[in-house]
């Protein structure tokens, strides 16, 4: 993984590092707001008097970004990270063994934020401690985080959370009832993907709650715009075949709101799996949530799906207003007709986009999330 490398400075206090280049999305925020404009510059410069609080590395330019740094493998495994906890990481070795391991403390400043040093699905190089007994399960220190392709995150206290990490899909888990649907956390779902490099898969779960037909209008709106829609059921079995199908050999995350099926949807497609879900109605109890944090578990045709706890409030990770208008496909035909090259697509007079949501060309619910986004309101 020889590349180019580089200086850069990163801050002493863990939990506050500031990443150097822009436009990345692992690239973190201030603690102290969510200022977007003070990331405008190409580098991030720091006043004299907190020079004191950083200090330099060198890495990989191409690898920036992701913590890592140089370790001899030899002596280390290769391994992915089936879920963290803090910084103690449960990781699958090559040798299908599953080790314990803890996270070498350089791993921790490398990163920018050390609550995402090492995140489910992570690939990871660890070194597998010597002695053991039998008895014991093995353990190990996580030596280098490798590059991430692939992420989901929100954003959450002003700061990033990664859901998880290498992954290929994101099933975007809402239901058609219990808990009612919400279209704008879909579309929000979807920005977070189409930012993130991972293509999203819209599951309506618990279409059984709804009459035959209703979910058609939802279903040809987000078809239309090209991505994959699938009513699901774990009551009728509708969409599941699919859905195992489209599973197969890749590694899925599977996010929404709590309560809307998504372990009972993965239990659905592979029984082995036996993931513990809700009790009937128990998405009326608020702070519920059955799953309490981030598995990447292993499926028995090859892939992985990752379950994920529900979340109650999706708030986007460093999506600049300015380029929500791309994440929103059927947008970007009309933006060049708009007057103002730099329309926001709101106030403005002589607005293309706002023309087609009258003559009915774009949705009006699709508008009201990008009006949603770009305010940074609540979905
Ligand atoms: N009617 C109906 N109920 C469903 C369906 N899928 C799941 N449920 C029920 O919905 C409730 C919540 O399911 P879970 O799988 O625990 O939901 P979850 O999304 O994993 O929730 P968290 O782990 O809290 O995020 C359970 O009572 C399930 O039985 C479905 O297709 N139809
Ligand atoms: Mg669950
Ligand atoms: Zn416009």
Excluded at 222 to 245: K, M, Q
Aim: net charge neutral; with cysteine.
């Amino acid at each position: 993984m020889a590349g180019k490398k580089r200086k850069i400075r990163v801050e002493f206090r863990k939990n506050r590092q500031n990443r150097a280049r822009s436009n990345d999305l692992t690239r973190d925020i201030s603690d102290a707001g969510d200022d977007r404009s003070s990331h405008a510059g190409s580098e991030r410069m720091t006043g004299k008097g907190d020079l004191t609080r950083y200090r330099t590395v060198v890495v990989d330019e191409e690898t920036e970004g992701s913590p890592q740094r140089d370790v001899s493998p030899d002596d280390c495994a290769e391994g992915r990270v089936l879920s963290a906890v803090g910084l103690n990481c449960f990781v699958q070795g090559r040798d299908g063994e599953t080790y314990e391991c803890t996270v070498r403390r350089v791993v921790r400043t490398m990163s920018r934020d050390s609550r995402n040093a090492v995140v489910t699905g992570d690939r990871v190089l660890f070194r597998p401690s010597g002695s053991r007994s039998e008895s014991e399960v093995p353990q190990g220190v996580i030596e280098r985080v490798e590059p991430r392709k692939g992420v989901v995150s929100r954003r959450q206290d002003n700061r990033e959370h990664v859901l998880a990490a290498n992954v290929d899909q994101a099933a975007i888990v809402a239901s058609a009832d219990e808990p009612p649907l919400k279209p704008s956390l879909i579309d929000r779902f979807i920005v977070s993907c189409e930012k993130g490099g991972v293509e999203p898969l819209v599951c309506v779960n618990k279409a059984d709650l709804v009459p035959p037909r209703s979910l058609d209008s939802l279903v040809r709106l987000y078809a239309n715009l090209g991505y994959r829609v699938l009513p699901t059921s774990i009551i009728d079995g509708r969409g599941v075949a699919e859905l195992r199908s489209l599973l197969a050999g890749k590694t899925t995350v599977f996010t929404g709101q709590s309560g809307v099926g998504k372990s009972s949807l993965l239990n659905t497609t592979q029984p082995s799996l036996d993931l513990k879900t809700g009790d009937v109605s128990d998405w009326t109890m608020k702070g519920r949530h059955t799953t309490r944090r981030a598995v990447l578990l292993p499926l028995e045709g090859g892939g992985y799906v990752v379950d994920t706890p529900g979340i109650r409030q999706f708030l986007l990770w460093e999506v600049d207003p300015a380029e929500v208008e791309g994440y929103f496909a059927e947008f970007v035909r009309y933006v060049p007709q708009c007057r103002f090259p730099d329309c926001g697509h709101t106030h403005e007079d002589d607005c293309a986009v706002k023309r087609a949501v009258a003559l009915g060309m774009i949705s009006p619910g699709r508008y009201e999330s990008y009006l949603r986004i770009i305010s940074d309101e609540d979905a």
